[in-house]
């Protein structure tokens, strides 16, 4: 098969990428403790797999309080920015692109990963259903539990919230990022404002939708101020049609997915961003995104359409030829194929993936994975 589609020229914002494949932010657990700091192992592993065209880093949270799973990365301290550093150094060693995901994840957390055992927080009292978060037990040892009953966000501290957002851009380019992803998906803190489901606020920022959706217009806003709008993304995960109960951290499921978010994408058009990724469900037998909204994304938002789901080298060609997207990003499989643009370039079989070790541990199913060897 013919995998050009691939290899054609692609602009990001101000940016020229060398391909249109994407490592998409993938949670690994990995930071050192204490104070959940980027380390020499994170550097190798982003290293590995800088052949992308484009690469962004697992979600970061952007403050304590913006936690909920054990183990995970922050860019919030002296300390992370330095990790962070060896991070961008190696990719950038190695000519690639990399953008950090701002990360908070509002309700879905536990007291026991919150400052002084404290309530999650959220838009509204609403606990997080359909979601288990991780918690450390022991060194190197964890658990998964039900998220703790959040409080909701009082008035001042949303407002707080937002610049706490503006300095974690500051801080990733001090980090040497050349850009940064706002994480607006899987049902996480702007997920939660934008929801229906998880918002009942009576103010400003909650009831109808261009309420809901103010949250995220301030947030993007105020990225786009302190670093420049051609250097932030923006990634949802809408779901349309499930037979089962949601799950949480795969999305909101809301009563007209279409009108959402395609308003919050014309939010984002009118700031002038520089892409919109899209997380597609990606369970078995999960609902595909209607024709109708790609092509009304397309149509639109002017800047890049990234997507991730379980896409096949021939399914993203397809949507890459389409038109419909313009870079497609592969969770899994550059999980375990570092080298996978060439890989794709070249039709060379795929590694398979060690799902026992996504989460927490060392190098194994980490930076082991072996590049392609020809014969």
């Known amino acids: 098969m013919d995998n050009n589609a691939y290899f054609t020229p692609v602009t990001l914002g101000n940016l020229s990428l060398k391909n249109r494949i994407v490592l998409p932010p993938l949670t690994r657990s990995r930071s050192s403790r204490p104070g959940n700091i980027p380390n020499d192992l994170m550097a190798t592993y982003y290293r590995q797999r800088s052949d992308a065209g484009f690469m962004v880093t697992e979600g970061t949270q952007i403050e304590p309080r913006g936690q909920g799973y054990a183990w995970t990365p922050g860019i919030y301290t002296a300390d992370q920015i330095q990790g ?24 879905v957390s536990h007291t026991s990963l919150q400052p002084n ?3 999650p927080v959220g838009p509204s009292a609403i606990p997080a259903k359909g979601v288990k978060v991780f918690i450390e037990t022991g060194k190197n040892t964890g658990k998964l539990v039900e998220p703790s009953m959040p409080r909701a966000l009082r008035h001042e501290e949303i407002k707080n919230l937002i610049s706490l957002y503006a300095q974690a851009a500051r801080n990733a380019l001090e980090a040497g990022f050349d ?27 909650g009831g109808n939708l261009g309420n809901r959706l103010r ?15 051609d250097r932030v993304g923006v990634r949802f995960s809408p779901l349309f049609s499930t037979t089962h109960e949601p799950r949480t951290y795969l999305g909101l499921l809301e009563d007209n997915p279409h009108q959402t978010y395609i308003e919050a994408i014309k939010i984002l058009e009118k700031i002038g961003i520089a892409y ?18 790609r092509q009304d994304m397309r149509k639109t938002f ?72 020809q014969a």
């Not at 301030?218 to 670093?227: E, G, K, W």
């Open 84 to 107: 962070w550093k060896k991070v961008t150094q190696a990719v950038h060693a190695k000519g690639g692109v990399i953008f950090a995901q701002l990360w908070h994840v509002g309700r």
């Open 117 to 119: 055992g404290a309530a």
């Open 179 to 205: 850009g940064v992803e706002l994480h607006s998906a899987n049902g996480y803190l702007v997920n939660q404002f934008i929801s229906e489901k998880s918002n009942q606020r009576e103010d400003e920022y």
């Open 215 to 229: 949250f995220l217009h301030d947030v993007v806003q105020a990225l786009a101020n302190t670093i420049g709008a």
């Open 276 to 293: 919109v990724s899209i997380a597609e469900a990606d369970w078995d037998n999960a609902p595909t995104l209607p024709l109708d909204f």
């Open 302 to 373: 002017s800047g890049c359409i990234i997507c991730a789901g379980r896409y096949t080298v021939e399914s993203g060609q397809k949507i890459l030829e389409s038109g419909l997207a313009d870079m497609i990003a592969f969770g899994r499989n550059f999980i375990a194929n570092p080298d996978l643009p060439s890989r794709i370039k070249h039709s060379w079989p795929l590694n398979p993936l060690d799902e026992s070790t996504l989460f927490g541990g060392g190098a194994k199913g980490y930076t082991d994975y072996p590049a392609y060897k």
